[in-house]
């Protein structure tokens, strides 16, 4: 029982920034983890970036290191995914999720947010 809401996706240039949120109600709790996650035309969906409510525990996936930062606000239950020199290849769905596990895998996530759409222009 545990609802998530991402958006902030849009339309930007190359070398442009965007900010993403997810939005979390009901049952959650501070041992969960929350990540994010896109899936591009034709591409199985990837791993991108993961933080712990309790302790600010952080990965990412090589391909967005120096450009991603994720990060928390607890009082608001939300968690930001700050992208900044996207690339065409950033094109993709974004998915935030929540787990109880800190895994770079999608079957370490039990819930699931509705997707926003990240498009980069060259």
């Known amino acids: 029982q545990v609802q998530l809401v991402e958006s902030g996706g849009g339309l930007v240039q190359a070398g442009g920034s965007l900010r993403l949120s997810c939005a979390a109600s009901g049952r959650i709790f501070n041992r969960y983890f929350m990540g994010w996650f896109r899936q591009a035309p034709g591409k199985e969906r ?31 239950n939300t968690v930001y995914l700050q992208m900044s020199s996207l690339q065409p290849e950033d094109t993709a769905v974004y998915y935030c999720a929540a787990g109880l596990t800190g895994r770079s895998t999608a079957l370490g996530y039990a819930y699931w947010g509705q997707g926003t759409q990240v498009t980069v222009s060259s």
């Open 46 to 76: 990837e791993f991108v970036a993961v933080i712990s409510w309790s302790d600010g525990y952080t990965n990412s996936a090589d391909s967005v290191k120096g450009r991603f930062t994720i990060s928390r606000d607890n009082a608001k």
